[in-house]
């Protein structure tokens, strides 16, 4: 079975710039996640999608950052314009069914860097 | 103060030996608990799950005390695999998707 998948795995941007960043969940997972870490610092929650819906986006850090997830299937996560805090690493993750987060299974990142 | 705590470590194990390290959180609404284990530069991956009771995984126990509000990992028999960054996480039943993570304790296991 196939894991999550996250594309680019590495960005380079300039401040101001946009980027747009792909997350495939494991086929048949409602759940879908987006996660941060920035340098030094611990992982964070930015959203949680159920399906196409969003469940929380207490984590978004402002409205530079627009999370989609089209027909319930893969998300995109859009930071316009960038800037230089937004670099770190930005992880998605899945999980299924509705009401359970006994396992969230996490990609392997997008490194993002704003210069 | 942060929702989870960890020391960063790094804890020098030598291989064969015994390491244990907690993490503490402050959220009393805390319910579900687990250790994930990061590599450098690969995601987070699901260890195990820390259940009331306390559980063990082969060479791996972990432990939770609700009254103190602090998990603990122990790694018996340490292995040059064993090397890694190990992420405390915990859930709140006000916002179940949500996992919180500590910074993380790195283990480093010694020839």
């Known amino acids: 079975e196939a894991g999550v998948t996250q594309f680019p795995s590495h960005s380079v941007i300039e401040k101001g710039q946009t980027v747009t960043l792909r997350c495939d969940p494991i086929?048949?997972?409602?759940?879908l996640y987006w996660y941060r870490r920035v340098m030094g610092k611990e992982i964070k929650f930015l959203l949680h999608?159920?399906?196409?819906?969003?469940?929380?986006e207490s984590g978004m850090p402002n409205n530079r950052f627009l999370a989609e997830r089209t027909g319930g299937t893969y998300s995109t996560l859009k930071v316009q314009p960038a800037e230089l805090e937004d670099s770190g690493v930005y992880f998605c993750a899945s999980s299924p069914e509705v009401k359970t987060t006994y396992e969230q299974y996490f990609g392997p990142g997008t490194r993002l860097t704003v210069t | 103060r942060k929702e989870v705590e960890q020391d960063p470590g790094p804890f020098n194990v030598p291989e064969g030996a015994t390491v244990a390290f907690n993490c503490t959180y402050s959220?009393?609404?805390?319910?579900?608990f687990f250790w994930y284990r990061q590599d450098c530069r690969k995601e987070p991956k699901l260890l195990m799950s820390?259940?009331?009771s306390g559980n063990e995984d082969g060479r791996f126990t972990a432990q939770l005390n609700r009254a103190s509000q602090y998990i603990s990992l122990l790694i018996r028999d340490s292995k040059l695999s064993d090397s890694a960054t190990y992420l405390c996480v915990v859930n709140r039943t006000d916002s179940w998707g949500k996992l919180q993570f500590g910074a993380g304790t790195q283990v480093v296991v010694t020839p």
């Open positions: 820390v259940y009331s």
């Open positions: 999608f159920v399906k196409e819906s969003k469940q929380d």
């Open positions: 086929s048949g997972h409602d759940n």
């Open positions: 959220n009393s609404a805390s319910q579900s």
